[in-house]
């Protein structure tokens, strides 16, 4: 039986000591807000020998990265962590990560880009990150950042998957918020991640094995980023399978899509990240005033879950896609596009209406939320049109 400790606790908290009770062999990392505490938190574990990982203070998130990839390459449990700027200092290598088949896991604490200078939370750099081939888990509580970041590993050291995941946290709401918190002992975390047992590293393996090689013109190269698509995609099983183990140990349920009061809604919201508590305030209200609404909260956003938003949203009346970063020049933000274009596959016609909002940590208001809500019976009716809003702002 596992024993539970109960503690008030930040998202940052909980993902240091996620990364602790995983035995993590490798950290390399850059501090920067809104990450800057989860990392100083697991330095302090290392410092106190409460956990024997190789804590690396590199001079970017650039080399935190690259120096995350030859630990992996080599057959190390590695993890790092980043915001914003510093994720996208990374960029090159996510890309690299992926391609080499390397389950690095990563918390990203999600936070504006800039220009205008902004150190607040949004979804601007996680999604820039959206098509880099790495596993994608949005969290809504600290809570959540602790169970995601637990069954990350596990994961991406699959065999079948070999992929690295980025867990995410929205930046101060959710890394810096103090919240109620269960912590598993350290026996039971340990038993449920295992070891990482590397059938193709550079160093130790059963066989010798050469990483990034060049592969010459395109043939080669096209092939494995197919057979990449088909690993991302096919990590879907096992993603729910981790969940489900750890879900039986914590009693929390892991879903691909929460969602809320869906079942009998005319009318429904998707939406990701911290801001998914104050949408259920709103439709509590509604549902109140006799306008069935429901939440549908997406927590797996890379393989995207098609088939799992389409069940949800096919039936409804009305949707509304809430994205909290923008596409410029796209029609509509990341998630409205990605939700668009589930429903036009599966031939589910579906009025939508996308709304950006929140940039840059700007309130989310319960009047802003109603408002998404309230619109939705226009949209179905065609009163209004499915198009992109900004949301709180004119």
């Known amino acids: 039986m596992a024993n539970v400790t109960v503690l008030g606790a930040t998202g940052n908290q909980m993902v240091a000591e996620a990364f602790r009770q995983a035995k993590v062999d490798v950290l390399p990392a850059y501090p920067i807000t809104p990450q800057t505490t989860m990392v100083e938190n697991f330095a302090k574990y290392v410092a106190d020998g409460r956990v024997h990982t190789e804590y690396v203070a590199v001079e970017s998130e650039h080399s935190a990265l690259s120096a995350s990839i030859g630990a992996s390459a080599a057959g190390a449990r590695v993890a790092t962590a980043t915001a914003a700027q510093g994720l996208a200092l990374m960029f090159e290598e996510l890309y690299i990560a992926s391609g080499m088949r390397l389950p690095i896991v990563m918390a990203n604490a999600n936070r504006a ?43 991406a050291e699959n065999p079948n998957v070999l992929l690295p995941v980025m867990t995410t946290l929205d930046g101060f709401v959710t890394t810096h918020a103090m919240e109620r918190c269960e912590l598993m002992d350290d026996d039971t975390v340990a038993a449920y991640v295992g070891d990482r047992v590397p059938e193709n590293a550079l160093i130790g393996g059963p066989k010798a094995v050469s990483h990034g090689m060049f592969s010459s013109l395109g043939g080669p190269y096209f092939k494995l ?9 096919n990590s879907k099983p096992y993603i729910q399978a981790e969940g489900d183990k750890w879900a039986a140990i914590t009693g929390r349920k892991f879903e691909f899509v929460e969602k809320w009061e869906c079942d009998d809604a005319d009318y429904i919201m998707v939406i990701a990240g911290s801001s998914a508590g104050n949408a259920r305030v709103v439709a509590r209200e509604l549902r109140a005033e006799g306008l069935k609404v429901g939440i549908a909260r997406i927590r797996l956003y890379r393989p995207f879950p098609v088939a799992e938003l389409v069940d949800i949203l096919k039936d409804a009346k009305a949707v509304a896609v809430l994205d909290r970063s923008d596409c410029f020049g796209a029609q509509f933000g990341p998630i409205g596009l990605d939700v668009a274009s589930a429903l036009y596959s599966a031939g589910a016609q579906v009025p939508m209406r996308n709304y950006i909002y929140g940039l840059g940590g700007a309130d989310v208001t319960l009047d802003a939320l109603r408002q998404a809500f309230t619109e939705l019976p226009q949209v179905a009716s065609g009163e209004l049109d499915q198009s992109l809003n900004y949301l709180g702002v004119r």
Request: hydrophobic residues 40%; aromatic residues 8%; proline residues 4%.
């Open 225 to 233: 980023k197919k057979v990449q698509r088909e690993a991302l995609e």
């Open 113 to 155: 880009l800039s220009a205008p200078i902004n150190i607040h939370g949004d979804h601007s750099d996680v999604m820039s990150c959206r098509d880099c081939g790495w596993i994608v888990l949005f969290a809504e509580t600290a809570q959540e950042a602790y169970d995601q970041t637990i069954i990350s590993f596990p994961i």
